[in-house]
């Protein structure tokens, strides 16, 4: 079983920057691709960004051009750098393979509010 543990979120302005961890277990990390994916409170999760095993990356439409999604094998982590942050980024944010298979971790929240 693979454990993912986000970590990185807390309160920022708005205008402003986080970049969120995803540290997954096990050894698989670097064959799968890897996603984040955000729920605000009293909505579904939505996927926010994916980086496949080979480095390719997309984006939800929301977040493009703010947001960078990569990945580093050597420490089986994902991250994802967030920018020009807005009142309705706010969100707990999560990690998981893609498809996602796996348990979902804790996620982390993300506050952006003056």
């Known amino acids: 079983q693979v454990q993912l543990v986000e970590s990185g979120g807390g309160l920022v302005q708005p205008g402003g920057s986080l970049r969120l961890s995803c540290a997954a277990s096990?050894?698989?990390?670097?064959?799968?691709?890897m996603v984040w994916y955000r729920q605000a409170l009293g909505q579904e999760r939505r996927l926010v960004a994916i980086i496949t095993a080979g480095g390719s990356t997309n984006y939800a439409d929301s977040v493009k051009g703010r947001f960078t999604i990569s990945r580093d094998n050597a420490k089986s982590t994902a991250y994802l750098q967030m920018n020009s942050l807005k009142a309705e980024d706010t969100a707990v944010y999560y990690c998981?393979?893609?498809?996602?298979?796996?348990?979902w971790g804790q996620g982390t929240q993300v506050t952006v509010s003056s």
């Open positions: 998981n393979v893609y498809p996602p298979r796996f348990d």
């Open positions: 096990g050894s698989i990390f670097s064959l799968n691709d």
